[in-house]
């Protein structure tokens, strides 16, 4: 995400502003599947505040962790992110709790995303031959399909926002209107995209991407100069509330090290 | 063995010579139940309880042709790829970690041609083990529905004859071997493993052959006393080799923490090297060391030592967290 | 709720007031979660871990049309069914045990038709709890194919789509209510489970509502300390209530033996007075104690040491067996 | 089983009987699908004698275990069957891995057997208006279903040999020939039926029951009478060899208190 350690000009800088932006979707008694980087830290960062009943559960097979301060987890599979864990099992029985209905909330992020929703996090250019071979899916396909609410979280580049994904890695809306439905995934939608410019939703029938709200200091023609498809922007457009003092001090005091915050 | 065929796979479990008592076992003769072309899945997740001991025996035996399966894929998958013994692999995702940025290995493998990568998403993997494992040629899911990976590795979508509704089959997975490396085994082949059990249990099950490494090799009485801590039994596996700190530079839940450093060095000679730093790599940390001990003599004792203590420290739950 | 609907299922789950807190309750409380014309799965096995507390609460709370489901279901069985509490029981077994004959209980209610009973094989049942738990609409199995099973509790042959075999598709089972005792639970649902597990962990995911009974309350460091012992994480859970020996006159792995003299004196009066001598039974051990406590000051206390020492001495490994 | 306990004149109940020649069934290295009961003890016999690496299995989640004598276990599912086993676990993963394959013999009995080797353990009468509700399968369907080679164990009288049993609880080779195989069940055949009067087998065309051997003391028409329907009987049928001493004095010491003997 080139860009996200970049101080905004406000006193904080793109990384800290989703990081807050993520925290403040979570809430309390929620169960949240969270990977690492931001999301983890905004995980935590909830509990430690306004959701001090939050289970997180990690796609390693990890219920309920705590973090040592100054040892955040590179993965999803390791004793870092396992510190104090209620539970530990093995990855398949934990998506399956997804499966079930369990997880509440689900974060993931990608190399590319449309204006449908949809994710790739695979490939660049066809998928025998690409142009770039990315990691995969990883679990982001599972959590987009299983939890209830998912929240992709991003830089807000043109390149990534692109009309069509050259791969639906994880699916959002698919082609839109009821086709997500039609697929057979009854349960879970992409409910909001966090990116460093401002909030995105999707239209109630067609689910194309709409601006929801821009971050302080940003105006929505920014947004749409910085998205590869043209964007449904409302006439009046809500400006979220900038991260308080407190909600930075927080955030800071959990990556001291400055591992996911750059 | 075509996806799902749940016959020839039990066929060949029946086949086998039934072997209930020792398993005890050295590496090379572990190693010597691959043959070319076979489909190996790894056990662990990324850098945890990967079995670098049977990996590095592979490497060693020159083996060909593997299909190379994991549900994430680690630099296990990077020195395979570059010693020519993978022609394709089935992951849900390949790297070392999210700081070192994309595989330069994988991208060279894959965009190259020379190695294919089948894609699923991290839950239709782990139900094509557990489905081998169940000894049923599918498993139903919601997973992967929507998605260009439906068509990447042959899911199917079907009606479900109760509701109507469509749902995903995911094929039964049921590897030629699998390559295990667990916390403890008796010579008859029963495991426990602490911790998070990734996918083990699964792959053990659905695999023909099972090859596991274990850091100790404990009496069968440990399993008579905690017995509901028997993550795989005996009946199960073929092999065991004992391979103390087997997972190094990788993680063992408990016993110590990955040597990140060890993947900084690593990474950085590929960056500037490209595929010569991997070369060098096995050279010195495959090839090179002729045993088990010679392999262990390569670390620094200090840095072995720290690596204990960090995984002490990380799974001691009196070490207050946040 | 229609065999295999998994999406109703998921939706009562959805709409479920979220409850990740305080889940220490009473019995009478839990018991009110318990609607007449439920289905409620029973944990345990025959008369290992019977949830006692809360079959008494179902019973003293004159529950009605239950439906009960059991893998093989026992003495608690037939107390509900004889109250008039059950309509319909899905099991593969129903009895007390084979030295007790066939149940008379069982066989003046099916006989007659006031109890439908629906049977499954065991893995079938099993594998209907297993696929509730995975939220999926059914499961594929080898099992019960060529037997008049089949039509029994609505089976169906599909085509395997990879290999086109004929499978055994199981609708998942998702009851209304499952009851579980387990050795130990904390304050916020979560639940450890000694020794064998039977189908607890997979009732408590499959089901819309988890009532658990508990030998102990512990404090959830207890769980931070051993993560790798959580059976049932506690978000899955509704309420929790202390029940030390909760699984009487059966028994509690590790901790006491059934007391196979109780069942004696039971199927004795069954055999003496007919029904009348399950009615009896209801007044003295059931409808008579008002609390957990009073129902324990039933037992003789010399018999409850004696069968804690027998739990204790059978699953002492020290004590050589053939 | 009405009848096991009488003495059969040779100096060893039909019970006895029935328990040695099980054992002698049981192989080194084999893995066993054991019920409480006579079968129960037939695998401790094999072990301590020429088995020691037998695998006992039971299907209340119970690996490799040991017994206390005087204390033989009521149910698959309890402290007394599970005693310094090396793995417990639960009943739905111990059925599944005879369904991958990993259980060679298993063994059943029943209300009612008929000639293709189908058992009937649920009802006498109709099914939904039953004459008899028994108690059901239990495992003994998945068993008969799973297991690589199934022995039926049960005393030998006309009304349990039926020509068709009043409902397949657990398949044998259905209505014969390939219509097992053809209902789906590739794997796992009824190989023997174990009485106290011979050893039974099953045609390799027509799948129909056969007299493959007499006990000592009994004679073909013996057990053609006591059998419900006809019996292919070849001209010359052997006779097993009687229990010796070294097996009963084995088989009493494992049961001195005679709970499953009698």
Redesign the interface.
């Known amino acids: 995400m080139s860009g996200e350690h970049a101080d905004t000009g406000l006193g904080y800088t793109a990384s800290e502003l989703l990081g807050v932006m993520a925290a403040r979707r979570l809430y309390?008694?929620?169960?949240v599947f969270a990977g690492?980087?931001l999301p983890l830290l905004a995980a935590?960062m909830a509990r430690?505040s306004h959701a001090p009943?939050?289970?997180i559960v990690v796609?390693?097979?990890?219920?309920?962790?705590?973090?040592?301060?100054g040892?955040l987890p590179?993965?999803t599979?390791?004793?870092?992110i396992?510190?104090?864990?209620?539970?530990?099992?093995?990855?398949?029985d934990t998506?399956?709790?997804a499966?079930?209905?369990?997880l509440?909330v689900g974060f993931i992020g990608g190399a590319q995303v449309d204006r449908f929703g949809n994710v790739n996090s695979?490939v660049i250019g066809p998928?025998?031959?690409?142009?770039?071979?990315?990691?995969?899916?990883?679990?982001?396909?599972?959590i987009i399909?299983?939890c209830?609410d998912v929240m992709i979280v991003t830089m807000h580049e043109a390149r990534r926002f692109v009309p069509r994904v050259d791969?639906?890695?994880?699916?959002g809306f698919?082609q839109g209107g009821e086709?997500?439905k039609e697929?057979?995934?009854?349960?879970g939608k992409v409910s909001q995209v966090i990116t460093n410019l401002g909030l995105l939703g999707f239209d109630e029938q067609e689910r194309t991407m709409r601006l929801e709200a821009v971050h302080p200091g940003v105006t929505p023609q920014q947004v749409q100069d910085a998205t590869g498809f043209e964007l449904e922007i409302p006439s009046d457009v809500p400006t979220t509330a900038p991260p308080t003092a407190g909600e930075l001090t927080l955030l800071r005091s959990?990556d001291p090290d400055r591992r996911y915050l750059g | 063995m075509k996806p799902g065929d749940f016959i020839v796979a039990r066929q060949r479990l029946e086949a086998k010579r039934r072997h209930a008592g020792e398993k005890l076992t050295s590496a090379q003769d572990a190693g010597r139940l691959v043959k070319d072309g076979d489909h190996v899945a790894v056990g662990g997740c990324l850098f945890s309880r990967t079995p670098m001991l049977l990996v590095r025996e592979l490497l060693r035996q020159q083996r060909r042709g593997l299909t190379l399966s994991r549900n994430l894929m680690c630099f296990e998958g990077e020195l395979l790829m570059v010693a020519g013994a993978v022609d394709q692999i089935v992951t849900s995702w390949q790297g070392i970690g999210l700081p070192w940025g994309l595989s330069r290995v994988l991208r060279e493998h894959v965009e190259s041609g020379r190695v294919r990568m089948e894609e699923w998403s991290h839950l239709g993997l782990g139900l094509r083990y557990r489905a081998g494992a169940m000894g049923v040629p599918f498993l139903p899911t919601l997973t992967m529905l929507g998605s260009d990976l439906m068509d990447v590795g042959g899911s199917r979508p079907i009606a479900c004859p109760f509701t109507g509704e469509t749902v995903n089959a995911v094929p039964a997975l049921f590897p030629d071997v699998a390559i295990l490396h667990v916390h403890r085994a008796d010579r008859h082949g029963n495991c426990q493993i602490d911790g998070y059990t990734h996918m083990d249990a699964d792959i053990a099950r659905a695999a023909s052959t099972v090859l596991v490494t274990a850091e100790e090799i404990v009496d069968e009485e440990e399993f008579r006393h905690h017995p509901d801590r028997t993550a795989i039994p005996g009946f199960v596996v073929d092999a065991v080799v004992h391979a103390p700190l087997g997972a190094m530079p990788g993680e063992c839940y408990g016993l110590y923490e990955t040597d990140f450093e060890h993947f900084d060095r690593y990474v950085a000679a590929i960056n500037d090297k490209g595929m010569d730093g991997v070369r060098e790599y096995l050279d010195r940390w495959v090839y090179g060391p002729a045993t088990h001990q010679e392999w262990l003599n390569l670390f620094d004792p200090a840095t072995v030592e720290r690596q204990r203590r960090f995984g002490r420290e990380l799974t001691n739950p009196e070490v207050a967290g946040v």
């Open positions: 309390d008694g929620a169960s690492v980087g935590v430690k009943r939050l289970m796609e390693g097979g990890v219920f309920d962790p705590e973090m040592l301060t040892r590179i993965s599979n390791e004793m870092r396992a510190h104090r864990a209620t539970m530990l099992t093995s990855i398949t998506f399956l709790y499966q079930r209905g369990f509440d695979s998928y025998d031959r690409p142009k770039v071979r990315l990691p995969g899916s990883g679990g982001a396909n599972d399909s299983l209830r791969f639906v890695t994880s699916p698919v086709s997500r697929a057979g995934l009854h349960f959990l």
